[in-house]
């Protein structure tokens, strides 16, 4: 199949070449251009840590020119710049494409849904709970791709289309997703911001001094109690709306081939194996920046319309933005646009599984 990529990071890097691998032909668009500039003139994608190998992917000039020549798109960004690629390519897509979130945040399938619908189209939107990658982009060319996860958690909008959308995820990625149902599964299925949250909190002076360090060491005892805590408050808004998602322990355990145990430990473990990652060497790391309003504060919403307040995760984001002075509830433009708010907690169910209305 031929797959538009829309970034140019790590984790685009990294999904451009497990799909090449896999025997697919990938495009990438930065909207910027200014990452995909080498990869433009015929210099090679080179991979290497748990995908070894050089990979030549072609390169759009516009969000345009990726949909008119790609079957299936993946948005593979920071989800602060979603609702922006979101509004470059929903006016190409066709009745016969798919999109792909990897991973989804803030109900981006939503949005691209209503945007999509007031064209009159309906297509597959597959929202991954987490990436099939993880890694760090060593330079414009080149990619260290840390794991290949074992499993990844999926949801199709509108539901009736769940069929195709994890077929087209098989076909592309290998046999490594579970279909969760629906879009507030995978909602609530992405560790990333709680954990993130936790690790910054837990390691924010190392990050500002520009420190090398080690994140899966850093997850100490305490640091690692806290992220158990704050899965629990994940764990009973899902619960309490009766969704099957998984847990802070199977995470890391499919994701880093780790024998479950305490999180501190299976960090610990991930370390000695040589897989604990890099923390971030900077205050402005996605982190904050994007798992701050596009994850803590989506998480927190759903717990209010739930009646299960997320008392952690409210108190992450006024720590956060009082640490940067920022207000992170305003910055987040899907939510924003979407009007969350003014939902009840049964019209966003309803929409979870079915999308926006076609207009008659």
Same mark, same amino acid.
């Given at each position: 199949?031929?797959?538009?990529? +829309?970034?140019?990071?790590?984790?685009?890097?990294?999904?451009?070449? @497990?799909?090449?691998?896999?025997?697919?032909?990938?495009?990438?668009?930065?909207?910027?251009?200014?990452?995909?500039?080498?990869?433009?003139?015929?210099?090679?994608?080179?991979?290497?840590?748990?995908?070894?190998?050089?990979?030549?992917?072609?390169?759009?000039?516009?969000?345009?020119?990726?949909?008119?020549?790609?079957?299936?798109?993946?948005?593979?960004?920071?989800?602060?710049?979603?609702?922006?690629?979101?509004?470059?390519?929903?006016?190409?897509?066709?009745?016969?494409?798919?999109?792909?979130?990897?991973?989804?945040?803030?109900?981006?399938?939503?949005?691209?849904?209503?945007?999509?619908?007031?064209?009159? +189209?309906?297509?597959?939107?597959?929202?991954?709970?987490?990436?099939?990658?993880?890694?760090?982009?060593?330079?414009?060319?080149?990619?260290?791709?840390?794991?290949?996860?074992?499993?990844?958690?999926?949801?199709?909008?509108?539901?009736?289309?769940?069929?195709?959308?994890?077929?087209?995820?098989?076909? @592309?990625?290998?046999?490594?997703?579970?279909?969760?149902?629906?879009?507030?599964?995978?909602?609530?299925?992405?560790?990333?911001?709680?954990?993130?949250?936790?690790i910054a909190l837990g390691n924010m002076t190392r990050m500002e001094r520009g420190e090398t360090w080690s994140q899966g060491q850093n997850?100490?005892?305490? +640091?690692?109690?806290?992220?158990?805590?704050?899965?629990?408050?994940?764990?009973?808004?899902?619960?309490?709306?009766?969704?099957?998602?998984?847990?802070?322990?199977?995470?890391?355990? @499919?994701?880093?081939?780790?024998?479950?145990?305490?999180?501190?430990?299976?960090?610990?473990?991930?370390?000695?194996?040589?897989?604990?990652?890099?923390?971030?060497?900077?205050?402005?790391?996605?982190?904050?920046?994007?798992?701050?309003?596009?994850?803590?504060?989506?998480?927190?919403?759903?717990?209010? @319309?739930?009646?299960?307040?997320?008392?952690?995760?409210?108190?992450?984001?006024?720590?956060?933005?009082?640490?940067?002075?920022?207000?992170?509830?305003?910055?987040?433009?899907?939510?924003?646009?979407?009007?969350?708010?003014?939902?009840?907690?049964?019209?966003?169910?309803?929409?979870?599984?079915?999308?926006?209305?076609?207009?008659?």
């Amino acid at each position: 199949m031929r797959v538009g990529i +829309v970034g140019a990071g790590s984790i685009a890097y990294g999904t451009a070449a @497990l799909v090449e691998q896999q025997g697919h032909k990938v495009t990438l668009w930065s909207p910027s251009g200014e990452r995909t500039r080498a990869l433009a003139t015929g210099e090679a994608l080179v991979a290497q840590g748990a995908i070894v190998g050089s990979f030549h992917p072609a390169v759009a000039t516009s969000g345009k020119d990726l949909a008119a020549n790609t079957e299936v798109l993946v948005i593979a960004l920071p989800a602060y710049g979603h609702k922006a690629v979101l509004d470059a390519i929903a006016p190409h897509i066709t009745p016969e494409q798919i999109v792909i979130f990897s991973s989804h945040a803030s109900f981006g399938a939503l949005y691209l849904s209503r945007l999509l619908a007031t064209r009159g +189209v309906v297509i597959p939107i597959v929202a991954w709970g987490t990436t099939a990658v993880t890694g760090r982009q060593l330079s414009p060319t080149s990619v260290n791709v840390n794991t290949v996860r074992k499993q990844v958690d999926l949801a199709t909008v509108p539901v009736s289309q769940s069929e195709r959308g994890l077929a087209v995820c098989k076909d @592309l990625f290998g046999d490594r997703f579970l279909d969760r149902g629906d879009l507030m599964a995978i909602a609530l299925s992405n560790l990333n911001p709680q954990n993130h949250m936790g690790i910054a909190l837990g390691n924010m002076t190392r990050m500002e001094r520009g420190e090398t360090w080690s994140q899966g060491q850093n997850v100490t005892p305490k +640091v690692g109690r806290l992220l158990e805590r704050l899965d629990q408050e994940r764990i009973a808004i899902a619960t309490k709306l009766g969704l099957d998602v998984r847990n802070i322990f199977q995470h890391f355990h @499919l994701s880093f081939h780790v024998p479950i145990s305490s999180i501190s430990q299976m960090n610990q473990e991930m370390h000695a194996a040589g897989n604990g990652g890099s923390g971030p060497s900077t205050a402005d790391t996605r982190y904050v920046t994007e798992d701050v309003p596009f994850g803590l504060v989506m998480t927190a919403k759903i717990g209010r @319309l739930a009646g299960c307040p997320a008392e952690l995760h409210e108190s992450g984001i006024r720590i956060f933005s009082a640490m940067y002075d920022r207000d992170f509830t305003a910055e987040n433009d899907l939510l924003n646009t979407l009007d969350l708010d003014a939902m009840s907690l049964d019209e966003l169910m309803t929409l979870c599984r079915n999308g926006y209305a076609v207009a008659a």
